[in-house]
């Protein structure tokens, strides 16, 4: 008697010291452990009771045994088989190709497109989250991400990850400041302003001096003007949130005017410049001939022509020309609306570190170029690419060690 008591107190330690050793290592590994009707429900196969119908039918299997019931745990990536058809697991990152008009949030209480939709169609993005928003008159890249630790790391200023924009601005913005920027950045001095330099002349990688002279002649606003807003992004421009740097990458003039109509705040040289016609212009309607208003005002009876064969088509034909005349000044006055919102525009590529609301059009508005569209195209070292507006797709396996490396530092 006493010597099974003794054994089974043996038993109990084994087993207990067992329980430690396991949820010792559990501790220690760095993977999530959820059950395994949940793992499954994450990834998209169902509810938890369309889960739990599967195991009871014995379709689910893990490394060939076939799984009985969801309450047993294992990591979050352990690859799991349906009828022999394995379910991927969540990804690490996601890459959505967002357009214009949809909402960087879940849901939306207003009936908007929102980020909620996508998962009707890419199931593994219900576990997941979007890394900070994009504007809705912003497109590009957006991530969805399945680690908060990860998420936080994207997001925090600290961290220093670029994020990379295309820009359509308004002002005519020339290319050779964003290669001279870089030149340029270790010349210039708190003491030596920009006029100063460019009267004693800049030397550039092809060994040449370029003086003001030669900035005149090659459209000196321009240059300027872009020299300037390289500086200016560099150095900090303040907003309503504070100041915020950027890194101007290029800079290229459009060959054409752009319309500008959209921009909901325009710079004071576009909303004081005068109109380009007169109201008196727009309120004017085409007058008839003397000879017509006078022959519609007459009665069939007191008007002799139009007893004459032919008189009504000849008034047919006039009401005709009447309208068309009409609508051709209708088309002019719209087409002289739409110029005056035609503006000489640029397309620049600008890089951030933080992502405040709507930072980047702020930015740029205060130096002077309006945003007219903006669109993102890298998040660190992720490219949007090719990738079909309103398509997502999982990241890849360089995408994949790029972010990793953010939660070993952890």
Not at 122 to 136: A, E, I, N, Y
Not at 151 to 170: D, F, G, M
Not at 326 to 346: F, G, H, I, Q
Request: aromatic content about 4%; proline content about 5%.
């Amino acid at each position: 008697m006493i010597q099974s008591s003794s054994i089974t107190r043996r038993i109990k330690i084994q087993n207990n010291n067992l329980l430690f050793m396991a949820s010792k290592s559990n501790r220690m590994s760095t993977k999530t452990f959820h059950r395994i009707e949940r793992i499954l429900s994450n990834r998209g196969v169902g509810s938890r009771n369309d889960v739990a119908k599967l195991f009871r039918q014995r379709r689910v299997a893990i490394n060939g045994e076939v799984i009985r019931s969801g309450a047993l745990k294992y990591p979050t990536d352990v690859e799991v088989e349906i009828d022999g058809e394995v379910i991927q697991p969540i990804p690490l990152l996601a890459l959505y190709h967002k357009p214009v008009g949809v909402i960087s949030t879940m849901g939306d209480p207003w009936g908007r497109e929102a980020l909620e939709e996508l998962s009707f169609q890419f199931p593994f993005l219900k576990t997941m989250h979007p890394v900070g928003r994009l504007d809705s008159d912003t497109s590009g890249l957006l991530l969805f991400s399945s680690s908060g630790h990860l998420t936080q790391t994207l997001l925090n200023p600290s961290s220093k990850i670029e994020r990379e924009y295309e820009a359509c601005v308004t002002g005519s913005i020339s290319p050779l400041s964003s290669s001279l920027s870089s030149s340029l950045s270790s010349s210039l001095s708190s003491s030596l302003s920009l006029s100063n330099l460019l009267a004693k002349g800049v030397k550039t990688s092809d060994g040449l001096s370029l003086f003001l002279s030669l900035f005149l002649s090659l459209s000196s606003s321009s240059l300027s003007s872009s020299l300037s807003l390289s500086n200016l992004l560099a150095k900090g421009v303040k907003t309503s949130d504070g100041v915020f740097s950027a890194r101007l990458i290029s800079a290229q003039p459009c060959d054409q005017l752009v319309d500008c109509s959209q921009i909901k705040d325009l710079p004071p040289s576009l909303s004081s410049s005068p109109s380009l016609f007169s109201s008196s212009s727009l309120s004017s309607s085409p007058t008839l001939s003397p000879s017509l208003s006078s022959s519609s005002s007459l009665s069939p009876s007191l008007s002799p022509s139009l007893s004459q064969p032919g008189s009504i088509e000849k008034e047919r034909e006039n009401d005709e020309e009447r309208d068309r005349e009409r609508e051709n000044d209708e088309e002019k006055t719209k087409e002289r609306e739409r110029e005056k919102y035609l503006v000489p525009a640029s397309i620049i590529r600008v890089a951030v570190t933080e992502g405040k609301y709507r930072m980047v059009r702020r930015v740029l508005h205060n130096t002077g170029h309006s945003v007219i569209s903006l669109h993102r195209i890298r998040y660190g070292d992720i490219l949007l690419g090719d990738l079909e507006e309103g398509e997502v797709r999982v990241c890849g396996e360089r995408e994949r060690e790029w972010a990793q490396q953010f939660l070993k530092s952890a």
